[in-house]
């Protein structure tokens, strides 16, 4: 069973750059799509963007080139950069799987990140 599990800061100030890991257990990050999706105090589920198990991106019309994802085959992670932060990215941070892109079948138990001075 596909275990995905969440780590970052959980604090950062404006304008810098967030950094989450997504570290995969009991299965490989070379099969399926693999993404991130946020959800902000109050509010639904915003897709951060995906990455397959080729290589291929796919990003986020909101976020547009301020997310960045990528994997590291090696360590078996998914990562998401966020750059340029402001308190509206507060919010959880879920790493997700699926075996069709935008169909999310196995979700992290997500990592809250705090924007703050």
């Known amino acids: 069973q596909v275990q995905l599990q969440e780590s970052g800061p959980g604090l950062v100030k404006p304008s810098q750059t967030l950094t989450l890991t997504c570290t995969v257990s009991?299965?490989?990050?070379?099969?399926?799509?693999w993404g991130w999706i946020r959800q902000p105090p109050g509010r639904g589920l915003e897709s951060m963007g995906a990455?397959?198990?080729?290589?291929?991106?796919y990003g986020s019309p909101v976020l547009k080139s301020r997310a960045t994802i990528s994997k590291n085959t090696t360590k078996n992670e998914i990562t998401l950069q966020l750059i340029s932060v402001t308190p509206e990215d507060a919010a959880v941070y879920f790493c997700?799987?699926?075996?069709?892109?935008?169909?999310?079948?196995?979700w992290g138990q997500g990592t809250r990140v705090t924007v703050s001075s």
């Open positions: 997700t799987r699926g075996d069709v892109l935008e169909v999310q079948s196995q």
């Open positions: 990455i397959a198990y080729g290589g291929n991106t």
């Open positions: 009991g299965g490989s990050i070379t099969d399926g799509f």
